[in-house]
C-alpha cells in the first residue's frame, strides 16, 4: 500500500538540498537518500542549479555544469525561458580524444521523475567514488559475460552527458508552483515526439519546433554519443516490472542486435543487483505483489504502442548509438507530485543501475561481434523495394525539411546477415533457378517471390525447382507474402492464408521450447518495427501473412506463435518430403510509400527477437 506524505509535513525548504556545507540534514550529501527527503528535488528554487554546481565546484577534476545558453547561443533555453543545465562526469585530467561518449535524457515528461531523482544522485555517487575511493568498482550487471572496473579506469575512457531538457513540466510541479508537474514544456509540447525518425512521420508532431529540442539535437551532434538512454516512467507495467528497460527502434543487422540485447540483459541484472544490495523489494515498494526489479523488450511490447519522433530512435538512427530506454513504474502521472520515499527509493536504485550499465558497456561494447553458423544459404526476394526520386512519398515536406533520395529494400537484411555468417547468403533469381539451388541447405523467399516480369511458366518452373529442392532434404523458410508460397507447393489451400494488419509486426509465441524460439526471450512479440518501414501506427496498417490453424494442423504443420487468437498460425514448420518448410508471417515486410515519411525509409527493421527467430530458422538445416 503506497502511503503518502502529508503536505503539512514538509519543510519550508522542500527536499533539502545541501549545496553548503553543514549537510547533517541531508546525510553528508548534497541531494539526500530517498529516507532523508520530503519531496521531489525543486527547481524555480534553486534547489536542482545549486546542487549540480556545488558538486562540480567540489569535484572540479571530474565534473563540469554549465548552462546550455553558454554552451551554444542565448536561445538555447526553455520555451518558459528557463535554463538547460548540461551536467558532465568525467576525468578532466584524461584527455577526451579516444573517450566514448555516453548521453542520458534524465525525465524529458515532467511528471516521470525518476530520471532525475535518480540521476542527481549517481552523479554524486560518480564524483565522491572518483575523488575518495577510485578503487570502487563499477559494473554492467552480474551476468556471466558481465565485466567489472574501478570508477578511476570508466571515467578515464567515458565522458557522461546528462540533462533534463523539460524545466517547464518540471517546475510546475513545485511546491511553491502549486504541486502539479506536466508533461510537456510551457507550449504544452511533448518533447519525445520531437525528433526527426526515419520512415513514417505524423504531421501533428512538429520536428525539433521547440528550442530544447532544438538545443538537444545540436549539442548530441556535437558530442556524437555512442550509449544512449532516455529515462520515463509508466503508470503500468505489462511484465510486471517496475524498471521496464525498452529497447528502441532501428535498421541494424546481427551485430547491432547482438549490442542492443546485451545491453538490455546486463542493465536487467544490474537494476536487480541495486534492488538486491539496498535491500528493496519492488511488490512491497509499490503494493503489487510478484512484481520483478527489472525486464526487458520493445516499447511495443512493454507500453503496447509505437509512435513517430521517439528520442530513442533517434539516438540510434541519427548517430548509431547503443541504446535503452526505460520506463518506471508509478514515476507518472500518478502518484505525480506526491512523494512516497519508499517508492523513490526503488526508482533511485533502479536509475543508479540503469546508469552504471551504460557506463560500463561503454568499455565492451566495441568488441560484440557475431559469428552464426547458418549452413549455405540462398534467398529470392523480389518487388519489395521502394524507390523515390524526391525523398518522399507523400505530400511535400514542411519548411526547413530537405528529403534526400532513397532506395532501399528489405532483402538487404539477407545481404547484412551475410556479413555475419560463415558462408555468404546468396541471392538467386527465380527464373534461373534450376541448378542454382544445388549445394543450399537452406533457401529463403523474402516477401512477394515473383516480379512482374515473370509469366507463367517461369512460375511454374521456379515452383518446380523449390518444391525438387525441399522434398530432397532442403529447408525453406517462407517471410511475409512468401507464405502464399505454401498454396503453389500444395501444402495448404489458398482459402487458409489471410493478410492481417495490426500496429506492429508481432507474433504471439506460444512455445518458448521450440527449436524456432531458442534463445527468444520470453517477454518477446514484435518481429519489425514497423514506423521506419513507414508504416502508420495512427492505423492498422503493418501487414501480417497468416494461415488458418485447421489447414495448418490439417497438413500436419507444428505451430509456434500465432499472431490474433488460437485459429491462427504466425509461426510455424511442415514436414515436406525430406525436407522442412517454415515461415513467419511477418519479419521482412516491403517499405512503404503509402504514408508520409520526410525523413527517409528503413530497408528493414527487424527486433532482437525477429532476427533470432530468424536465425533459427535458417539454422533448423543443421539439426
Not at 500436419?556 to 504466425?570: I, L, P, Q, R, Y
Request: charged fraction near 25%.
Amino acid at each position: 500500500m503506497l502511503v503518502a506524505v502529508a503536505a503539512s509535513t514538509l519543510p519550508a525548504i522542500a527536499s533539502p538540498v545541501c549545496p553548503d556545507e553543514p549537510r547533517a540534514a541531508c546525510g553528508n550529501r548534497v541531494f539526500p537518500e530517498p529516507p532523508n527527503t520530503a519531496s521531489f528535488v525543486q527547481h524555480d528554487s534553486g534547489e536542482y542549479a545549486d546542487g549540480i554546481k556545488a558538486l562540480a565546484k567540489e569535484f572540479p577534476r571530474f565534473m563540469k555544469v554549465t548552462k546550455f545558453s553558454d554552451l551554444l547561443h542565448p536561445k538555447a533555453v526553455s520555451a518558459g525561458g528557463r535554463d538547460l543545465w548540461l551536467v558532465e562526469i568525467t576525468d578532466f585530467d584524461v584527455s577526451d580524444r579516444n573517450k566514448i561518449p555516453v548521453a542520458v535524457s534524465m525525465s524529458v515528461h515532467g511528471p516521470e521523475r525518476a530520471g532525475l531523482e535518480g540521476g542527481v544522485r549517481y552523479m554524486e555517487d560518480l564524483v565522491r567514488w572518483a575523488a575518495n575511493e577510485p578503487d570502487h568498482v563499477l559494473r554492467n550487471g552480474t551476468l556471466e559475460d558481465s565485466i567489472e572496473a574501478p570508477v578511476s579506469e570508466v571515467l578515464s575512457k567515458v565522458h557522461l552527458y546528462l540533462a533534463d531538457i523539460n524545466p517547464d513540466g518540471w517546475s510546475n510541479g513545485d511546491l511553491a508552483n502549486g504541486g502539479v508537474f506536466e508533461r510537456g514544456n510551457a507550449s504544452g509540447s511533448d518533447l519525445n515526439r520531437e525528433w526527426p525518425t526515419i520512415g513514417w512521420t505524423k504531421t501533428s508532431y512538429t520536428t525539433l519546433s521547440e528550442p530544447e529540442a532544438k538545443a538537444w539535437a545540436e549539442l548530441m551532434r556535437s558530442i556524437q554519443p555512442m550509449l544512449t538512454s532516455d529515462i520515463h516512467g509508466e503508470l503500468t507495467s505489462a511484465n510486471d516490472s517496475f524498471a521496464d528497460i525498452m529497447i528502441p527502434a532501428g535498421q541494424w543487422d546481427p551485430v547491432r542486435q547482438a549490442r542492443e540485447e546485451s545491453l538490455a540483459r546486463h542493465m536487467k541484472s544490474q537494476v536487480e543487483w541495486y534492488f538486491e544490495q539496498t535491500n528493496i523489494d519492488a511488490g512491497e515498494a509499490t503494493g503489487q505483489a510478484g512484481m520483478t526489479p527489472a525486464e526487458y523488450a520493445t516499447g511495443f511490447d512493454v507500453v503496447g504502442y509505437d509512435d513517430a519522433g521517439f528520442m530513442g530512435d533517434w539516438f540510434t538512427q541519427e548517430f548509431d548509438a547503443v541504446d535503452m530506454d526505460i520506463e518506471h513504474f508509478l514515476s507518472h502521472s500518478a502518484p505525480n507530485s506526491t512523494w512516497v520515499a519508499p517508492l523513490e527509493e526503488a526508482h533511485v536504485a533502479a536509475v543508479r543501475g540503469e546508469i552504471e550499465t551504460l557506463i560500463v558497456e561503454a568499455l565492451k561494447f566495441r568488441d560484440i561481434e557475431v559469428d552464426l553458423e547458418l549452413g549455405h544459404v540462398g534467398f529470392i526476394s523480389s518487388g519489395n523495394c521502394a524507390v523515390s526520386a524526391d525523398g518522399y512519398g507523400g505530400p511535400k515536406p514542411p519548411k526547413g525539411v530537405t528529403p534526400e533520395p532513397y532506395s532501399v529494400c528489405a532483402s538487404r537484411y539477407l545481404l547484412d546477415l551475410s556479413k555475419a555468417t560463415r558462408y555468404a547468403i546468396q541471392q538467386v533469381f527465380p527464373n534461373e533457378l534450376r541448378g542454382k539451388l544445388r549445394g543450399l541447405d537452406t533457401l529463403v523467399v523474402v516477401g512477394k517471390p515473383f516480379n512482374r516480369r515473370s509469366n507463367k511458366s517461369q512460375k511454374r518452373a521456379a515452383v518446380q525447382e523449390i518444391s525438387a529442392f525441399v522434398r530432397a532434404g532442403g529447408n525453406l523458410v517462407l517471410t511475409d507474402k512468401g507464405v502464399k508460397l505454401l498454396v503453389k507447393l500444395g501444402v495448404v489451400p489458398k482459402s487458409s492464408i489471410e493478410k492481417w494488419v495490426y500496429t506492429a509486426g508481432h507474433v504471439n509465441i506460444d512455445d518458448f521450447n521450440d527449436p524456432y524460439t531458442k534463445d527468444v526471450h520470453s517477454t518477446a512479440s514484435q518481429t519489425y518495427y514497423e514506423v521506419g518501414l513507414g508504416y502508420s501506427v495512427d492505423e492498422d496498417s503493418s501487414p501480417h501473412w497468416v494461415v488458418g490453424k485447421g489447414a495448418w494442423d490439417k497438413a500436419k504443420g507444428v505451430s509456434v506463435a500465432h499472431v490474433e487468437d488460437a485459429n491462427d498460425v504466425g509461426l510455424g514448420r511442415v514436414k515436406y518430403g525430406d525436407g522442412t518448410i517454415g515461415f513467419i508471417s511477418a519479419l521482412l515486410p516491403p517499405p512503404t510509400e503509402k504514408f508520409d515519411h520526410f525523413f527517409g525509409l528503413a530497408d528493414y527493421a527487424v527486433t532482437v527477437a525477429g532476427g533470432q527467430i530468424f536465425n533459427n530458422m535458417i539454422a533448423f538445416a543443421l539439426r
